[in-house]
């Protein structure tokens, strides 16, 4: 029995995988939609700080820590009964969407097991959800190094075969106004029903266009060209890629019976919110915060500019090392740049963020500063876990407020009188 409700109709019913510490349901659950069965599991932590955290903000009701794969294989069995649901979500990491020819060359596919993607697969061909929103790093889009483009070409040729339509956004949330330059794609999938979808009318007046909006002027040939992703998914994973030097896919894109339509596009971008706008009172920010001054040379070298000759462990031969600098301290005056999993922690580093106080003083950002530029409440992460675990689980989060943007434009999809649709370009 659904107990949401939306103008009188049942809520929307949401199942969320790799549920980390909950930034898909704040997100959802802000515009209305109800999760309604959760999953996270870390396979290499004795203590599973991100689920303990879910469950103190979301309750223990239709949560389960435990590994995906076993629990799609008791659902297999009859022994576990998973719910009904409109929507599938989920962040999780990029991995190796590589598929094996099955021994008979059969039509089934047998993706590496224990990769997530094909969890995710397995759970769609049972359930068969209405809608999918999934999110991942950018390199998804142009991965493996040696097959440029062939992981998503996989993932959308998978999905096709399963009969979903789908759209997706290369985002960075600062465009959006967002105090972090967070890069993630955002992956919508729709099981297909009736005549296909005008391509033109998706990239530019769909869920993901209306959501985050673009200019208009690289969309308007896009829809009139396409490739298809051909093959079966072990003939994609071999093939595709192989000649090329750079992905076919763009920062947007649609893809219907596998028919591909994509370009790359310039956000329409919003008033960007600052580092500065968030950041903490000096005398707020407790001392472990603040950089030791026998330190700071180190930061310094880390984060500074070098070319350097090293050698090779194995052989001894020897090659220069190279790499840019990074802003020492980070600018306050603009959006900060992405969070990583190894932000937390005294130990100087290459990539952690620091900043200058008002009073001449360099120090790290604070775990509510985390919390924030990813728009998650102050100290929704104090609930038990060490520092460096909570600025770990940050920097595996996503932005809630995009997650916010595009639930919203989908439940117009869903219900249309409650939330009309947005403009969905720019001029």
């Given at each position: 029995?659904?107990s949401?409700s939306?103008d ?19 997100g ?7 999760v309604?069965?959760s999953?996270q599991?870390?396979p ?10 879910y469950?103190?903000h ?10 995906l794969?076993?629990?799609l294989?008791?659902a ?15 962040g ?10 099955t021994?008979q060359?059969?039509r089934?596919i047998?993706?590496?097991?224990g990769?997530?993607w094909?969890?995710i697969?397995?759970?769609l061909?049972?359930m ?6 999934l ?6 889009l142009k991965s493996p ?5 062939r992981?998503?070409?996989?993932m959308?040729?998978t ?12 985002v ?9 330059r967070r ?10 029903a ?7 009318d998706?990239?530019t ?11 208009r002027?690289a969309?308007?040939?896009?829809a ?6 051909k093959?079966?998914a ?5 093939a ?12 947007v894109?649609f893809?219907?019976s ?13 008033v960007?919110t600052a580092l ?6 000096v ?11 026998s ?13 350097e ?7 001894g031969?020897?090659?220069f090392y190279a ?14 740049r992405?969070?990583l999993t ?5 130990s100087p580093?290459r ?17 509510r ?12 992460t ?5 520092d ?6 940050m ?5 809630v ?10 439940l ?16």
């Open positions: 029995m659904r949401g939306i009188g109709m049942a809520a929307p019913q949401v199942v969320e995988l790799f549920a980390g510490v909950g930034g898909f349901r704040l959802l659950e802000r515009q209305g939609f109800q309604v069965w999953n599991w870390e290499a932590t004795m203590i599973q700080h991100a689920s303990a955290c469950v103190s979301f309750g223990s009701d239709g949560h389960v820590c435990g590994d794969q076993t629990i294989d008791e297999q069995a009859g022994i576990r009964d998973l719910p009904e649901h409109d929507l599938l979500v989920g999780y990491p990029c991995q190796d969407y590589s598929v094996a020819r021994l060359q059969a089934g047998e993706g590496k097991r990769v997530l094909w969890q697969h397995r759970l061909g049972s068969r959800p209405r809608f999918l929103l999110e991942n790093v950018d390199r998804l190094a040696r097959q440029r483009g992981d998503f070409a996989v959308l040729a999905l096709a075969d399963l009969g979903y339509d789908v759209q997706w956004r290369l960075n949330a600062a465009d959006y106004g967002f105090p972090q890069r993630r794609v955002f992956i919508l999938g729709q099981l297909a009736g005549p296909a979808s005008d391509p033109a998706v990239l007046g769909g869920v993901l266009a209306r959501a985050l909006p673009v200019r002027d969309l308007a040939a896009v009139g060209q396409g490739f298809e992703i093959g079966s072990a003939d994609v994973s071999e595709f890629g192989s000649r090329s030097r750079s992905t076919p896919f763009g920062s894109g893809m219907s596998r028919q591909v339509w994509t370009t790359d596009v310039v956000a329409d971008r919003t960007a500065g706008d968030i950041i903490e009172p005398d707020q920010v407790p001392e472990r915060f603040f950089l030791r001054p330190d700071i040379q180190r930061w310094r070298y880390l984060k500074g500019a070098k070319r000759q090293r050698f090779h462990r194995a052989t031969t020897p090659y790499e840019g600098p990074v802003a020492f301290p980070d600018p306050t005056d603009r959006p900060a992405t969070i190894g932000e937390g922690g005294p580093s990539f952690k963020h620091v900043i200058a106080t008002d009073d001449g003083r360099l120090r790290r950002l604070t775990l500063e985390l919390e924030r530029l990813n728009g998650f409440p102050d100290d929704w104090a609930t038990g876990m060490p460096n675990r909570r600025a770990f689980v920097g595996n989060a996503l932005v407020g995009i997650v916010e943007r595009i639930a919203r434009q989908l117009a999809e869903l219900r249309p009188s409650a939330h009309p649709g947005g403009p969905a370009v720019a001029a």
